[in-house]
């Protein structure tokens, strides 16, 4: 055979890999070596090819050709492991790579029941039922939360039953349809995905009974008092009460037992209502309301009292009449509207015209005096009476007539020593110093008193100044002015008034200054 071409030829180091590479043969039928010998050198890629789909077991032949030493040429057996040898060590270079397989999902956590639920208690109780609460589980799970199953057994067996038909999703719940006087143990279990929970029961059982309650009559402040309304109003009144089982109710008026007629009770399990349509006086009086539970009772009372106005006075009568005054009388009317009297109102009326006049309102006395009437009239008075609903309807009106008489009366002015008003000069606000510009008028300002009319002058730097036109003087009611009209720096100096009657004189004075005009910077540039 001829010899393999030069590149193909591989360096032993290679061969080393391939054999560290290659996992150890398998005890199998060693193969032919006659194969290995017929391989045609113009096909030296097959073996190659074929190792891969081969197990790596037929890379055994390429370190077994040694047998080609005892009996075959000694040139082609190494020739033939060289060109196997290149083909194993690509093989076992470039394995294929494997497919990466999908994660196992984790196993579904076990299905737990929920913890036993806590706080049971009874919230209520009557004759047939029992109202009892509880709160939720601490610990829930995964497995949540689906309801709940109540159930009960009577005391001193085991036969326990549940009571709810459905899970109650609340945690609360009324057992009801029991049999008064029973003694019941009562649970509660949690249900979910996972079974039921531990229970909770109740430390002791529960009798079936209303528990008794003592009663008490909750009357409301504005009752505590006189309850006072007018004739025609409406009364509905409500008292609240107390106690279990539901109290017996009664009511009384004035001690007796109350009629229902014209008196509407209504009563229920909290409260007692006293309805009235249209008051009268005959409904007023004391009620006294009883609420009673077994031996046990309350009482309230409650006073209503019903006012209309008043009657009138019973008589009015004229006393005396003098002058220009009557004197009146009267008494307390018969009829009070069922309330006290707060005073009278009492008019007049002049016969000419016959018009009523009010001449005093909320008088508290049984006499009053009517005065201020006018000489030569004739009068008659009537009298109302009030109380807290107002003034009466009717009045009580005098059966005789007062009449002023017109008697001779004669002026006599008295004696009166006539007053000496006279009174010496004397300045009530002095003048006050001034200060002026040139060409502004300005006025000096003083007051004076005295009797007779004082005189006044006025004078410059102690000359006076007369009826100059450049000065105007003026005095009214005491008030007196000196107007210095357009002054120039001349007419500054001290300005004096003085005034003076038979009594005496006297005088003031102050300082005028008159000053320049201030001219801007930029007017003197």
Same mark, same amino acid.
């Given at each position: ?34 194969? @290995? ?94 109202? +009892? ?70 430390? #002791?059982?529960?009798?079936? =009974? #209303? ?37 017996? @109710?009664?009511?009384? =008026? ?10 509407? +009770? ?24 009883? @609420? ?36 009146? #009388? ?68 005098? $059966?005789?007539?007062?009449? +002023? ?33 040139? !060409? ?19 004078? $410059? ?17 005491? +008030? ?7 002054? @120039?720096?001349?007419? !500054? !100096? ?9 009594? !005496? ?21």
């Amino acid at each position: 055979m001829p010899a393999k071409p030069a590149p193909i030829k591989k360096k032993p180091a290679p061969l080393k890999k391939v054999q560290k590479a290659t996992p150890e043969p398998v005890a199998a039928p060693a193969p032919e070596p006659a194969p @290995v010998v017929e391989v045609p050198p113009a096909e030296p890629a097959a073996p190659a090819e074929a190792a891969p789909a081969t197990d790596p077991e037929p890379a055994a032949p390429a370190e077994v050709s040694a047998p080609a030493v005892e009996g075959e040429a000694p040139a082609a057996p190494p020739a033939e492991a060289a060109e196997a040898a290149p083909a194993d060590a690509e093989a076992g270079e470039a394995p294929q790579p494997e497919e990466p397989k999908a994660p196992t999902p984790p196993p579904p956590p076990p299905k737990e029941p929920t913890s036993a639920p806590v706080d049971l208690f009874v919230e209520d109780k009557n004759d047939t039922s029992v109202t +009892i609460n509880w709160s939720q589980p601490e610990v829930v799970g995964l497995s949540g939360l689906d309801g709940y199953t109540i159930e009960v057994c009577k005391d001193g067996t085991e036969d326990w039953k549940a009571v709810n038909e459905d899970l109650q999703k609340s945690c609360r719940f009324i057992i009801k349809n029991q049999t008064t006087g029973d003694r019941l143990k009562i649970r509660v279990v949690a249900v979910n995905a996972g079974g039921r929970s531990l229970p909770v029961a109740l430390p #002791e059982a529960v009798l079936v =009974k #209303e528990v008794a309650d003592r009663p008490k009559v909750r009357l409301p402040r504005f009752l505590r008092q006189r309850y006072v309304t007018q004739v025609g109003d409406k009364i509905n009144l409500t008292i609240p009460f107390t106690g279990k089982p539901k109290p017996v @109710v009664s009511w009384t =008026k004035n001690g007796q037992p109350l009629e229902r007629g014209r008196v509407n +009770i209504r009563s229920t399990e909290r409260d007692s209502i006293i309805f009235i349509r249209a008051a009268e006086r005959d409904d007023s009086g004391v009620f006294e309301m009883c @609420v009673k539970v077994d031996d046990f009772e309350d009482k309230a009372t409650l006073t209503l009292q019903i006012v209309e106005l008043p009657g009138p006075p019973a008589s009015v009568k004229i006393v005396d009449t003098w002058g220009f005054n009557v004197a009146l #009388e009267w008494t307390v009317p018969k009829d009070n509207g069922n309330t006290d009297i707060t005073g009278y109102t009492i008019q007049k009326a002049d016969k000419k015209t016959g018009d009523w006049f009010t001449v005093l309102e909320h008088y508290h006395r049984l006499n009053a005096t009517i005065s201020d009437l006018i000489m030569g009239n004739i009068y008659k008075f009537r009298v109302f009476s009030e109380n807290k609903c107002g003034v009466s309807e009717e009045a009580a009106i005098t $059966k005789d007539e007062a009449k +002023i008489l017109k008697t001779g009366i004669k002026y006599k002015a008295p004696d009166y020593q006539e007053h000496d008003f006279t009174e010496a000069p004397k300045f009530t606000t002095s003048l006050a110093n001034r200060a002026t510009t040139v !060409g502004y008028s300005t006025k000096l300002l003083c007051s004076v008193r005295g009797y007779p009319k004082p005189k006044i002058e006025w004078l $410059k730097n102690q000359m006076i100044i007369g009826d100059d036109p450049k000065f105007r003087q003026i005095c009214v009611q005491g +008030i007196c002015s000196l107007e210095i009209r357009k002054p @120039v720096s001349f007419d !500054g !100096g001290v300005y004096t008034c003085r005034a003076k009657n038979n009594h !005496g004189e006297v005088t003031v004075s102050c300082k005028l200054e008159v000053r320049q005009p201030v001219v801007p910077e930029a007017e003197k540039k």
